[in-house]
C-alpha cells in the first residue's frame, strides 16, 4: 500500500482498493457479510432488479470517482460545526445536494463514530455513488486506528500486522439514501427495531445492548450526516482547487490501467495578517469613515501557498461603520466610440 505524504498520493489510495476489490482473496467474505444489507437497498438495483455483489459494486464505483483529500483543519472545523448543526434546507437529501455524481473521500484523519453497539468506530473513506433513485454511500474504517475499539478487538484475536495486511481500509457500513429521505434530526424511531440490528449481527451481541445505545447511534448518525452534508457544501464552492498529479505519479496511474489524475484538495485559506511594522516610531493611520455605501457582487483572485492561480466570489454587502448613512448612488457609464 502507498503511503500518504502528499493530496495527489491519495490517487495511488484509491487505485489500491479498486484492486483489493477485484483480486483480494479476502474480499468475497467482506462482500458477503454486507451482501443482505446491499439487498435492500432499491438504490442499487441492476437494470434488471437484481442486486450487484458488493464487491464488483465498489470496485466499478471506486474506479470511476472523482478523488477528494480533506485536510485535518477543515474536518476539525465540520465535524465542530455538527454540534451546533441546524438542519433546515438539508434535512432530507436531493439530487442537488451532490458535488458530483461519484465521489471518492480521503480524510487526513479519521473521525470517530459510536456504532449501534456502542463501539467506538473510524471512519477514514467515504465513497458515494448517484444511483437511479438516490446515492449510495460506503463508509470505510482505517485498520491501524489505535480508538477504534473494533480494530482492537481483530488485533487481540489474529494480530494488528495482520488484520492491516488484510485490508488498510476495511468496509464499515452501507447506507443507501433515496432522494427526499430524512438524513437529519433523526431518532431512534428512524431506525426501526433493535431487533433487526440484532438479527443482522448473527447474534453475537446481546439484544440489550442495542437497545441502550439506540440514542447515542441516533445522535452519531446525525453528526456524520451533518459532516458530509457540510463537506459537501464546501466543496462545490470556489475555494477548494484541483491538483494534478506529477509525471511520475500518471506514469504510475498509467501502468495500473487508471483513468484519475487530479485531487481536489479541501483546505482552508491562508490568513491575510496585516503588515507587522519595526519601525518604532510608525503610527497607525485611522480612517475618518464619512458614509456606508454598497459594493458589488465581484471576483477576488489570489495566488496560494501553493503558487496556484485562485478565484472566489465576493457577494453583495454593505461598506462602513454601521452608524453611518447608507448612500445610494446611481451608476453611469460614458461610452465612446
Known sequence: MAEV?????????????????????????????????????????????ST??????????LDNAETFFVHSNIIDRLWHFTDVYEAHDHEVILPQDLPCPRGYIFLEKPIHLLDARGKVTSVKVILWSE???GVT??????????????????????????????????LLHLISWT??????????????????????????????????????YALMSNRFNGFLVSLWEF??????FRLRADRPMLKRLQRAHSTLSEVTVIDLRTEDRPTQHTDPDHV???????????????????????????????????????????IEKDRIFNVKR
Open 284 to 326: 497607525p493611520q485611522t480612517i475618518m469613515w464619512a458614509s456606508r455605501w454598497r459594493v458589488r457582487e465581484h471576483k477576488r483572485r489570489w495566488i496560494d501557498k501553493n503558487g496556484d492561480y485562485r478565484e472566489t466570489t465576493v457577494s453583495a454587502h454593505v461598506k462602513g461603520p454601521a452608524h453611518l448613512p447608507l
Open 5 to 49: 505524504y502528499r493530496p495527489i498520493d491519495v490517487l495511488e489510495k484509491q487505485v489500491d482498493m479498486v484492486r483489493w476489490w477485484l483480486s483480494s482473496q479476502w474480499r468475497h467474505n467482506i462482500s458477503q457479510g454486507f451482501q443482505a444489507m446491499a439487498d435492500q437497498y432499491i438504490t442499487m438495483k441492476n437494470e434488471d432488479g
Open 131 to 133: 444511483e437511479k433513485r
Open 52 to 61: 450487484p455483489p458488493v464487491d464488483m459494486y465498489i470496485a466499478e464505483r
Open 137 to 170: 454511500l460506503c463508509q470505510f474504517s482505517d485498520a491501524k486506528d489505535e480508538l477504534d475499539e473494533v480494530n482492537q478487538e481483530e488485533w487481540s484475536t489474529f494480530g494488528k500486522d495482520r488484520v492491516v495486511a488484510v485490508g488498510e481500509f476495511p
Open 235 to 240: 466543496v462545490q464552492e470556489q475555494i477548494p
Open 179 to 216: 432522494w427526499g429521505r430524512k438524513i437529519t434530526n433523526l431518532t431512534p424511531d428512524d431506525f426501526g427495531d433493535p431487533e433487526k440490528m440484532y438479527e443482522f449481527h448473527s447474534r453475537v451481541t446481546p439484544l440489550e445492548v442495542y437497545q441502550e445505545n439506540m440514542d447515542s
